[in-house]
């Protein structure tokens, strides 16, 4: 069974321009998470879909991120326009089922963006 | 808010030296937590969890951590350290009111000197 994917693995943009992450959850996993870690800092929530619904959005910073889950399967995280204190890890999870209680969330590999 | 906090940022042992990492949170609710590694170059795993029941876990890698409801704590425990544990470990927690987010600590890096 294939884990969870993101792309890319690094990516370095200048301030203003415009990154996209994508996430692709193990297959069947209806639950998807994304989280962010700053240099030095511990990893923070961002948002939870349920298939394609948001479920909780508390955690982004604000207007500049967008994420989207299209039909349920990969999700993506746009970031637009890009400041400086964006750079950081970001790591998306998955987990089974809609229950989000009582089931552990799979992590991916991370993609390191770096804001010039 | 909820809240977790790491007691050691760097912990460095020599190889066969005993391991505790400290974790307390902060929630009022019932909790799930967990403990994660993640190695050099590798991504975050699951360690161990701890859901309901016996309040000692066990994990894989012969890691194994205490739930202590009283103290709101959680640490993580090994007798006998090896130089492949050398990683950054995470304390996390899910509160039953919220909808299945982690709240992680900080982060302990642990390097073990062979």
């Known amino acids: 069974e294939a884990g969870v994917t993101q792309f890319p693995s690094h990516s370095v943009i200048e301030k203003g321009q415009t990154v996209t992450l994508r996430c692709d959850p193990i297959s069947g996993h209806d639950n998807l998470y994304w989280y962010r870690r700053v240099m030095g800092k511990e990893i923070k929530f961002l948002l939870h879909f349920v298939k394609e619904s948001k479920q909780d959005e508390s955690g982004m910073p604000n207007n500049r991120f967008l994420a989207e889950r299209t039909g349920g399967t990969y999700s993506t995280l746009k970031v637009q326009p890009a400041e400086l204190e964006d750079s950081g890890v970001y790591f998306c999870a998955s987990s089974l089922r809609r229950a989000a209680w009582g089931y552990e969330q799979y992590f991916g590999p991370g993609t390191r963006l770096t804001v010039t | 808010a909820q809240s977790v906090s790491q007691h050691n940022h760097h912990v460095i042992l020599s190889e066969a030296a005993s391991l505790e990492l400290g974790c307390n949170y902060s929630?009022?609710?019932?909790?799930?937590l967990f403990w994660y590694v993640q190695y050099p170059g590798q991504h975050l795993q699951l360690l161990l969890k701890y859901f309901s029941g016996d309040p000692l876990v066990k994990g894989i890698k012969g890691f194994e951590a205490e739930f202590i409801k009283s103290k709101f704590s959680f640490n993580l425990r090994k007798p006998s350290v090896q130089w492949s544990d050398t990683a950054e470990y995470f304390c996390?927690?899910?509160?039953?009111?919220?909808?299945?987010?982690?709240?992680f600590g900080q982060g302990t890096t642990l390097q073990v000197k062979p």
């Open positions: 929630y009022g609710g019932t909790v799930n």
């Open positions: 996390a927690v899910r509160g039953s009111s919220n909808t299945g987010k982690l709240i």
